[in-house]
């Protein structure tokens, strides 16, 4: 079973709908990490979370949203989806005492989501 | 605002031959990771980067960190078609609390 899920894989939905993915983990990681990624921009963060009550803005937060229901969920949504957020969306996932020992982020298989 | 150029963003090369791909970021940092993606699949770690002067290598793949040039570097010798994907560096920032990533680099080793 995979460390970090995330669901759905695939969703293909229209403009204004509203959109929720969702990112579990098992590893016991304190932090959390939303990321897009479009082809030739890498990827970009949207939000973080270090505890179930820290939440902070990545560099493109804007036109989301999130939620971090427990140490092990994190999920992404897009209250009004418009179609320059098609993109393949990753979660991620580190352990502040790991991390300060150089342990990388773990990734989750990512959600493709397209607006039509 | 931590900014992570990568060159080349693609690269095509014959197998068995030895190239470089370089990763430049514009603030302090003593923290580098490289990630490597198939197409349609996650990030997999390769290598975490930790101090100035640090060098790690696995199979046909070496990387180092020079953080007084802000500079990495991921070395390939005598490339083989299994290292076909897009290569990634990210950088922590300073405060270690998040990563910006470079455009990545595509890598297509040809027979």
């Known amino acids: 079973d995979a460390d970090v899920t995330q669901t759905p894989r695939n969703r293909i939905t229209k403009t204004g709908k509203r959109i929720m993915l969702e990112c579990s983990q098992t590893k016991g990681h304190d932090r959390m990490y939303w990321y897009r990624q479009d082809p030739g921009l890498g990827l970009r963060l949207i939000y973080y979370s270090f505890d179930v009550k820290d939440i902070n803005k990545g560099e493109i937060s804007d036109g989301y949203s999130v939620s971090r229901q427990a140490q092990a969920k994190f999920s992404l949504s897009l209250e009004s989806a418009i179609p320059n957020q098609t993109a393949l969306y990753f979660c991620?996932?580190?352990?502040?005492?790991?991390?300060?020992?150089?342990?990388?982020?773990?990734f989750g298989d990512g959600t493709r989501l397209s607006i039509l | 605002e931590l900014k992570v150029e990568q060159n080349p963003l693609f690269l095509s090369m014959q197998e068995g031959k030895n190239y470089t791909i370089y990763c430049n970021y514009s603030?302090?940092?003593?923290?580098l990771y490289w990630y490597r993606q198939d197409p349609g699949k996650s990030l997999e770690s390769l290598f975490v980067?930790?101090?100035?002067?640090a060098v790690k290598q696995e199979g046909r793949l070496m990387a180092s960190l020079d953080t007084k040039a802000r500079l990495s570097t991921l070395h390939i010798t005598a490339a083989v078609h299994d290292l076909s994907a897009t290569y990634f560096c990210a950088v922590d920032s300073p405060s270690g609390s998040r990563l910006t990533f470079g455009e990545g680099t595509q890598l297509t080793v040809n027979p």
């Open positions: 991620a996932t580190s352990d502040l005492k790991g991390q300060g020992k150089g342990q990388p982020q773990h």
């Open positions: 980067l930790l101090s100035n002067g």
């Open positions: 603030t302090t940092s003593d923290r």
